[in-house]
């Protein structure tokens, strides 16, 4: 892609990176032994992956990450560069081993446990961010996701409203969620899973309810949010913002790899309403990226564009 052919202001992405090693088993798993296995190896990490599907549908992208000063660090860098997105501001942290999530599929193509270790997404300081300052003034937005320290998030979200500049965020787990819950009010748009959206609404969420998703959504704009949207899986996406709700139903779609359907479902619908889509067109736009995603062997797909997310739903 030529970076002339870019919007001027980028997208400011800043968060995690690592390596994806997701097996997914040919029959049923046994559990003490080992499964027979289709695997596969590539660069994930949720904001580096939100970054590759922006910048895939066309827009201009900065990222801010950290990776080991290894050959793993190397290799996510190196192919990071190669689909157009800008490094320039990325950390290569020596004596620390870059970030790896590890995922194992059921086969059936469903999640069955996921390991992740992040930890070097600590080596992006409060005091980083607050060095490179002029990047939230030049961008046209910021992205985050919740591997991020709670100070560190707490700098970007005041850089980023000091440059009057719109935050979407991810909370990337359940288990992270809580960072995001003290900013609810500073988020343009916030993307979240049931279990991410149970943690931070504080009260159970049962599976594919889509009247008590659409609750929850709801909630989290009367916190303060100006758009909620959390996914349901193979159910939907259910959403809210200041003006209206909604409910799309998901695509019915083979799953191969359930890996980086949500971080493609964050960017489809970031890119949709930086262009002055609507929200409603906006999420179908994020729910077709999320099915061609979960087809796809890899964390990001690579035919993605405008144009196949209008095929995938029309």
């Not at 990176?17 to 596969?40: A, Y």
């Not at 827009?59 to 997105?85: C, F, P, W, Y």
């Not at 500049?165 to 809580?178: E, G, H, Q, V």
């Not at 009367?222 to 949207?229: C, F, K, L, R, S």
Request: charge should be negative.
């Amino acid at each position: 892609m030529n970076n002339a052919e870019l919007p001027e202001a980028p997208v400011l992405v800043i968060g995690s990176s690592g390596l994806d090693l997701v097996g997914r088993s040919f029959e049923n798993l046994q559990l003490g032994t080992s499964n027979p296995s289709q695997l596969r190896v590539s660069p994930g990490g949720v904001a580096r992956n939100v970054a590759e599907n922006l910048v895939r549908l066309g827009l201009n992208v900065k990222l801010i990450t950290a990776v080991g000063d290894d050959r793993q660090g190397q290799q996510i860098l190196q192919e990071t560069r190669s689909v157009g997105i800008n490094i320039e501001h990325c950390l290569q942290i020596p004596n620390h081993p870059t970030g790896a999530y590890l995922a194992i599929l059921d086969e059936q193509g469903n999640l069955h446990l996921g390991m992740d270790d992040m930890r070097i997404s600590e080596s992006i300081t409060s005091d980083y961010l607050v060095e490179k300052g002029s990047l939230f003034h030049e961008a046209a937005a910021v992205f985050l996701d919740a591997n991020l320290p709670e100070k560190t998030l707490r700098t970007a979200i005041s850089q980023a409203r000091r440059a009057g500049i719109p935050i979407a965020a991810d909370p990337t787990s359940a288990k992270l969620a809580p960072r995001l819950q003290p900013f609810l009010e500073k988020l343009w748009l916030i993307t979240l899973n049931e279990k991410e959206a149970e943690t931070i609404c504080t009260h159970p969420i049962p599976h594919a309810d889509r009247d008590q998703v659409i609750d929850a959504a709801k909630h989290l704009v009367n916190e303060g949010v100006e758009i909620a949207i959390i996914a349901m899986a193979e159910i939907g996406v259910g959403y809210a913002t200041t003006e209206s709700t909604g409910y799309i139903p998901a695509i019915k779609t083979e799953v191969v790899d359930p890996t980086g359907a949500g971080d493609a479902l964050s960017a489809a619908v970031i890119f949709a309403l930086m262009n002055d889509i609507p929200i409603d067109e906006a999420v179908r736009l994020g729910v077709s990226a999320a099915a061609l995603t979960l087809r796809s062997s890899g964390t990001v797909a690579q035919d993605l564009s405008l144009e196949r997310l209008y095929q995938e739903y029309l």
